[in-house]
């Protein structure tokens, strides 16, 4: 990576740096081991998981949901993309929170939870009210990280080490020690493991 294409660089101490950069080729978070699975239906973007269902087979979205729900879900949340300039995705309109969301959003499809997923993973016989709180507070984050994706939120960082060079006296920088890791959702997040790991290489010198 050039370092002139760092979003934003954090200077250490001892000529240590961590250099934050765009992820040029992130993972599709839903190939990911999630708890939802996240059907849409789209005819330019391909969106969620892989799905058996047609959109043929259903009325309208009410009649997906009333199936979902006769299928076992315990928790069914809606989908909603805006298209404008970029890509977005919600489990909330984006009627009166985004400028034209009137012509370039609408609904796409459902993130949903079965019963017996959710036994699963949570190792209980009785599916309760905490559960279902719990499983909702999780897709909606599933659905949060997969925006990210889509917009391109999602980055990585280099921890590099700037040193006197012996024939000039000038200072370089030197990356044939790098620290990096790549694949962070937020910028937020990224920020946080490039202080971490910038920390651990300035203890590590120490």
Not at 8 to 15: C, V
Not at 20 to 41: A, K, S
Not at 120 to 141: D, I, M, P, Q
Request: aromatic share 12%; with cysteine; charged share 30%.
């Amino acid at each position: 990576m050039d370092e002139k294409d760092a979003i934003e660089t954090i200077e250490g101490t001892g000529g240590w740096e961590a250099s934050i950069y765009q992820d040029p080729d992130p993972r599709d978070p839903r190939e990911d081991d999630n708890l939802g699975q996240m059907v849409c239906f789209h005819h330019r973007y391909k969106l969620g998981d892989k799905h058996q269902f047609k959109e043929e087979d259903f009325a309208g979205w009410e009649s997906m949901e009333a199936h979902l729900w006769k299928e076992g879900a315990a928790v069914v949340l809606p989908l909603y993309l805006y298209d404008h300039s970029s890509v977005s995705i919600s489990t909330e309109s984006f009627n009166g929170r985004a400028p034209h969301a009137e012509w370039d959003s609408g609904q796409v499809g459902f993130i949903y939870v079965t019963k017996e997923t959710i036994r699963k993973e949570y190792n209980t016989h009785a599916v309760t009210r905490f559960h279902v709180r719990l499983a909702k507070s999780v897709l909606r984050g599933e659905v949060k990280t997969f925006n990210e994706f889509l917009q391109g939120d999602v980055y990585g960082y280099q921890v590099s080490r700037s040193c006197e060079c012996s024939v000039c006296g000038n200072r370089h920088l030197d990356r044939e020690n790098v620290d990096s890791c790549w694949g962070f959702f937020g910028l937020a997040c990224t920020k946080e493991a490039a202080m971490e790991a910038l920390e651990a290489a300035e203890e590590g010198t120490s």
